[in-house]
């Protein structure tokens, strides 16, 4: 017979606010196999008490065995889950974007083509990513100016082109969606994804540094690197590729 493994979860619990990471706490204690006695702190004095009492500053507090766990982040290294740190870089979010563009515009080919495997569906797949990017980097424009004006060598230059991009690359993702105003879209998706890759390139393969990139906005941990190149790349083959089409 299996021993039973117990809990004591303390968390706050109140009319104007129930602790997020209280009830992260419950659900992984229970997906662990464990049998939780989940105490609630009901009011701010409660909580100030229980805090002076265990000489803590934060809730949610898990204790097992009669010892001391800690908090959510300690729960998870308690049960060899990772922790991800504040400043730690990492691709997911920009791979998350072009994996949503990615199915947006096969979605769009199936209803309008019968068909989610076609030229326009690449075509629509970098216009989305572009849409997507500038909405993200146009969460707060300052922040973003402010992180992209660290390694975009028109931007050093001319700071307000560092505010003026996300305008563009927004604008060029619409029209390509549309197929209208070629003339427009194509010329600034070449000129930044250029402006942009040549930066990237000087940046990380010439000058050596590490940087974060703003590609999806300016509280980005996105290492500045491949990723960034790539999607500067492609905004140039699109933009090469759309004159083309409108041209010829």
């Known amino acids: 017979m ?4 117990t809990a004591i979860l303390y968390r706050m619990v109140m009319k104007e606010h129930v602790c ?8 992984l204690l229970k997906h662990q196999g464990f049998t939780v006695d989940d105490r609630w702190l009901t009011s701010r004095e409660e909580t100030d008490r229980f805090q002076a009492e265990h000489q803590v ?7 097992i065995d009669g010892k001391r ?15 991800k740190g504040s400043k730690e870089t990492s691709y997911q ?21 019968g068909n989610p495997f076609t030229t326009r569906v690449l075509e629509w797949f970098i216009a989305f990513s572009m849409c997507l990017l500038a909405m993200l980097k146009l969460r707060d424009v300052e922040q973003f100016s402010t992180m992209f004006l660290g390694y975009d060598l028109l ?29 427009i879209s194509a010329p600034v998706a070449l000129f930044i994804g250029t402006v942009g890759a040549v930066s990237v390139i000087k940046a990380v393969y010439i000058d050596k540094r590490e940087l974060k990139c703003a590609c999806v906005g300016g509280d ?20 090469i590729a759309m004159g083309a089409k409108a041209l010829f």
């Open 2 to 5: 299996s021993e039973t493994k």
């Open 20 to 27: 997020p990471y209280g009830l992260k706490a419950r659900y």
């Open 57 to 63: 500053k934060t809730t949610p507090q898990i204790f």
């Open 69 to 83: 766990i800690g908090g959510y982040d300690e729960l998870r290294k308690y049960v060899g889950k990772t922790v």
């Open 93 to 113: 979010p920009v791979l998350v974007v072009f994996a949503i563009a990615a199915l947006m515009a096969v979605a769009a080919g199936y209803i309008a083509f």
């Open 155 to 183: 931007a050093q230059r001319w700071v307000p082109y560092s505010y003026l991009y996300p305008f563009g690359e927004a604008l060029a993702g619409i029209l390509m969606i549309a197929s209208v105003l070629t003339f």
């Open 220 to 239: 980005s941990n996105v290492p500045l690197g491949f990723i960034s190149l790539t999607e500067n790349l492609l905004m140039m083959a699109m933009g």
